[in-house]
């Protein structure tokens, strides 16, 4: 299927940024020397992928890709929004693992979910409408506010973090003033929805946004912490031995402790370690928290993903440390709501 016009830059850019190179979505006429074997995967009505190249992408390029063929079989653009708009308007997302499209309509009717697309049924103005690449989304003020009321915190947060750190940071230096002007916008237009859906979790997660996290893991690890009632410093700057300043992601206030969160990747992806071999990264690593840990008399303590999945694995860790919990954590395995006041 050739692609409609609209949809090149898109295609254009997927390319270019090397996440997408031969992914190409097929249409019907490369089936039946492809399907043979099982070989494709299908993404949308009329739209087909190599299961060998749908194997290679990330899960937001999954979702990119079928956000790409559900816009080729409509018969009008679509208005992509909440999960989907967050990946096309370039956010961080915790965890998208889900590969159904959400659109935004302002039809009449109860939202819906059909053939992998699932409708949004809610007012929505021209002016919360952006065009990235050709596809239409929600802008990242609505999106950001749609998620706040309405996703998973965990997913909620990371985005709102991430587009405070595209828009708001240079380095290490944010723009406290322009922070705050969108967290006062944000919260206004929340309280104009006072009495609907989502409003009091949206408020919770504009409080806690913030720039200085660097990571997905480090908004999820944030907002853990704020539930099990840590009192929390960010980015904490300690002298380090030859000049210049060491960055800690959290200092648990009050209780000696500084805290770091790592992915795997920081020792297994070779353009993150900057040429060093993993081995040279652990020692640099160890050598540089003696040092924390011996000039500040805190200790550090350590954790990835899986700790963070919820605010009772964390709690867990932290105990097998030593590390007193402020608060129980609460006894679902998930919850969507924020629960740190």
Known sequence: MNSSPKLDPILVAILDSGRHTKHRVHSPHVRPSLDRNGELVRLHRGSYMPKRRWSALSTEDRHLAAMLSAQRAATRPLVFSRLSAAILLGLSVHKPRDTRVHIVTSESGAGKTTAGIVRHRCPIDSAEIVSVHGLLCTSPFRTLLDLARFEPAELALAAADSYLRQEYRVGRIVDSNEVEQWREAFAIRLR?????????????????????????????????????????????????????????????????????????????????????????????????????SSSTGKRIVRWGYADVATPITLAQLLESYGVPIPKSPSGRANSSRLDFE
């Open 192 to 292: 104009l929805l006072r009495g609907h859906r989502g409003v009091r979790r949206a408020l919770q997660v504009c409080e806690l946004a913030d720039a200085r996290c660097d990571s997905v893991l480090e908004s999820v690890s944030h907002l853990q912490l704020r539930r099990l009632g840590f009192d929390v410093a960010l980015q904490v700057a300690v002298p380090a031995r030859y000049g210049g300043h060491y960055f800690v992601d959290f200092e648990l206030l009050g209780l000696g402790v500084f805290a770091e969160c790592d992915g795997k990747s920081k020792y297994t992806n070779s353009v993150l370690r900057g040429g060093l071999s993993a081995e040279e990264v652990v020692y640099r690593e160890k050598r540089r928290e003696e040092w924390i």
